[in-house]
């Protein structure tokens, strides 16, 4: 068994057909069988059905494919980290983040590497702290920027912002002029929330049996869109404090603290344990730490968002 054969068997897997996998490893089909025929005489094993055009894996080609991905991982990884040795940061880092943190946190972070590193070359998924989390185990992002805390143990984690939820109301509500309020007080208010999240589970959790009792009027994707219905009047929301910052000091948005709702929430750049860092992310994660220290007898480095 040799790699040049379990690449070979990784695509025909990964494309369920020996004709896509011959073209995107640029050989022939029967070079490509050949290789997936000599790798199953050599286990003693048949590692595909076939089905038509279509073909699957056989129970032993489920259990070798784990491995092959693993083997194809570590190969990759093996010649960037020589080929990276004496070279400067470049190439392509995947970082994922909701929305809100595209927003408020990332811009900032970015501008500090690009500066540096121009050569190195920045892609954003965008999702729920959720789905990049499972990104990032999954081995598809370099990096997540995601609300704390995460329990995974396969995860290196590092706190770099936090923020407290507050009311934002429009200039004109009738809560708007208040220094404060509990929340027995904004119950009866139609409510704009987010449509998932881990700030709404947390919101939720906390509001308890009150929960079912809120007047949710809509329900959004986007924060930005949510601030622009709160500040026309159609609703209130709870937010993180830095998102509306511009918008209070415009007057669009008034800001009000909730007494019994104290919730603080983290952000953590996190990444996995057992993932190889190139110069690229070795490089990006001095940028994070040097942007800790410079904030740290002030402001986090960056303020929390999404």
């Known amino acids: ?107 900032q972070l970015f501008a500090l590497f690009k500066e540096k590193y121009p050569e190195v070359q920045i892609s954003i998924y965008r999702n729920f702290s959720k789905k990049v989390v499972d990104k990032i185990l999954d081995n598809q992002l370099d990096f997540g920027i995601v609300t704390l805390p995460v329990p995974d143990h396969d995860l290196y984690v590092m706190p770099i912002a936090e923020d407290e939820l507050w009311l934002i109301t429009s200039p004109t509500h009738p809560l708007a002029s208040r220094s404060s309020v509990v929340l027995e007080d904004v119950v009866s208010y139609p409510f704009i929330f987010h449509k998932a999240g881990t700030t709404r589970e947390r919101l939720v959790k906390h509001f308890g049996a009150s929960w079912k009792n809120m007047n949710i009027s809509m329900e959004l994707a986007s924060i930005e869109t949510i601030k622009k219905f709160v500040s026309i009047g159609m609703g209130i929301s709870i937010v993180p404090k830095s998102y509306v910052t511009e918008e209070t000091e415009r007057g669009q948005l008034r800001l009000v603290p909730i007494q019994d709702l104290k919730l603080i929430r983290q952000l953590g750049l996190i990444h996995r344990k057992n993932r190889y860092l190139s110069r690229a992310s070795k490089a990006f994660l001095s940028v994070v730490e040097e942007l800790l220290v410079k904030f740290s007898d002030a402001q986090p480095a960056v303020q929390a968002g999404g």
């Open 1 to 107: 068994m040799n790699l040049d054969q379990i690449r070979n068997f990784y695509e025909v897997a990964v494309n369920r057909s020996f004709t896509l996998a011959a073209e995107k490893l640029f050989r022939t089909q029967p070079a490509i069988s050949t290789q997936v025929r000599m790798l199953e005489e050599e286990l003693g094993e048949k590692l595909f059905d076939r089905i038509g055009k279509k073909v699957c894996l056989t129970q032993a080609g489920e259990l070798l494919f784990g491995y092959a991905e693993r083997l194809l991982s570590l190969h990759d990884e093996a010649k960037l980290a020589v080929t990276e040795l004496h070279a400067s940061p470049r190439g392509k880092l995947l970082i994922g983040a909701n929305e809100a943190t595209c927003l408020y946190v990332l811009p």
